[in-house]
């Protein structure tokens, strides 16, 4: 037996992962968009910033928000919209359509009961280092990005 306690996480993020890349693939198709296929790692990195993003909405529409310090209002709607621009410059690079994709993504999976629930048992929907972790993987996800873009440019 695996007594790895990621393993039900990882399991569920898999599961995810590819619903996401499921419907993703679908909507292109069903479309008829001639956007540039979008690498596998870059489907991680906009399946994960959606995942985030939809954490950052849980936070502003629960109760727990209201009570925050301005602050720590204003860093959630930072981190949303560094989130949201780098979303953008992966649609400006691929498909304009992801935005649309990604923000519909976000409204739903902030809706969800597992995502809610997360959120809820983590963070107690805005605290216990929300805005610290979720700080720390957009400037992550942003310097990762840059490095692929740079890349990928000088092809």
């Known amino acids: 037996t695996n007594d790895d306690p990621r393993v039900p996480y990882i399991r569920l993020f898999k599961a995810k992962h ?4 499921t419907v993703f693939v679908a ?4 479309a008829g968009v001639a956007a540039k296929p979008l690498p ?4 991680s990195n906009l399946f994960a910033l959606t995942d985030v993003a939809a954490s950052l909405q849980i936070c ?3 109760d727990a928000y209201q ?7 204003t860093a959630i709607r930072r981190l949303t919209r560094n989130i949201d621009n780098l979303v953008a410059s992966i649609a400006e690079t691929f498909d304009p359509s992801l935005v649309d994709f990604y923000k519909a993504q976000r409204a739903e999976l902030a809706k969800s009961p597992p995502k ?3 959120m809820k048992q983590r963070y107690g929907y805005c605290g216990n280092g929300m805005i610290a972790d979720i700080r720390r993987y957009v ?7 840059d490095e692929f873009f ?3 440019n000088r092809r």
């Open 139 to 145: 400037y992550t996800s942003k310097k990762t990005l």
């Open 150 to 152: 740079k890349a990928f």
């Open 67 to 73: 009570s925050l310090p301005d602050r720590d209002k």
């Open 40 to 43: 596998d790692p870059m489907v």
């Open 27 to 30: 909507m292109i198709d069903g």
């Open 60 to 62: 502003a529409q629960s």
């Open 18 to 21: 590819i619903f996401f890349v």
């Open 116 to 118: 809610l629930g997360e």
